[in-house]
């Protein structure tokens, strides 16, 4: 029992790091600090994406799903739980790309207005 609540841990905290790599470049609008600790995880995140790696956190939930009798699963986290929502026919390397190149395209921008904002409020 104590596995799976760890195993759904995991999930949760996998699920934050993907909500904050999409969304956390509004936050640097507020607080610009965030930026040191939200860079390098978008970085990550295309990296991950673009090279079709698994993120760390995938094989520790997949242990402790094993360790508390449930069964693990294939593929990234992105792949098992978001894709089916998304796209009900599986994700493709291309896809996998996409995403990558999106996340990171996306934080671009973000990023582009926050220094927009900055250098007008000088």
């Not at 841990?9 to 904050?20: E, M, R």
């Not at 986290?77 to 790309?97: C, E, K, R």
């Amino acid at each position: 029992m104590f596995s799976n609540l760890l195993a759904d841990a995991v999930l949760l905290l996998h699920l934050a790091f993907i909500v904050f790599v999409m969304f956390g470049a509004l936050i640097v609008f507020h607080r610009r600090w965030i930026a040191w600790i939200h860079l390098p995880m978008v970085l990550w995140s295309s990296v991950v994406n673009l090279t079709y790696w698994y993120c760390p956190l995938t094989p520790l939930e997949n242990y402790f799903r094993e360790a508390g009798g449930q069964a693990g699963y294939e593929g990234g986290f992105i792949a098992h739980y978001l894709v089916p929502l998304i796209y009900p026919q599986g994700m493709s390397y291309n896809l996998g790309v996409a995403i990558g190149i999106g996340v990171f395209v996306w934080n671009v921008l973000i990023y582009s207005l926050v220094g927009y904002r900055a250098y007008c409020s000088r």
